[in-house]
């Protein structure tokens, strides 16, 4: 219903395709971008013009060891963040950087397939979300925003 009013069409006329790694998009029109994400039951949806963007909703479980995750697919400067933090805290900070990360990875179009330790996001839950640096262009950084709501 969304797609079809941002549209203005039919939402039964939309027809949909999907990028190289599954991201979904529109068929017939390239420059409205959309990207959805859900977790629990809580759902986002976002839509933009002329530019790329990735959401992510994450529900909170503290059932887990987030180290094990991070060690695994953390950046080494976020391993030392979240390491350094109080254990309390972890989780939520682990769910910070997750989603952060998620999110670009989603906004580039490549899923899962790029190397969520090759760039380093905030872990900090002050709403001052940041990519903070990238292995492959020092100026990457500059590119991204993020967006709380």
């Given amino acids: 219903m969304l797609s079809g009013q941002y549209l203005d069409q039919n939402p039964k006329r939309i027809v949909f395709e999907q990028g190289q790694y599954g991201k979904p998009a529109f068929a017939d029109e390239k420059n409205l971008k959309f990207n959805i994400s859900h977790s629990g039951d ?19 479980k503290n059932d887990f060891d987030v180290m094990d995750i991070a060690n695994n697919f953390f950046s080494p400067k976020e391993i030392a963040s979240l390491t350094a933090l109080p254990k309390d805290i972890q989780s939520l900070a682990f769910y910070c950087c997750w989603t952060r990360k998620e999110s670009i990875i989603k906004a580039e179009g490549s899923g899962l397939s790029f190397p969520l330790d090759s760039f380093t996001v905030s872990l900090d839950d002050d709403g001052r979300a940041e990519l903070l640096e990238t292995k492959w262009d020092s100026s990457e950084k500059l590119k991204w925003s993020f967006i709380y709501v």
């Fill in 42 to 60: 809580m759902i986002v949806l976002g839509f933009v013009k002329d530019i790329e963007i990735g959401v992510d909703v994450e529900k909170v």
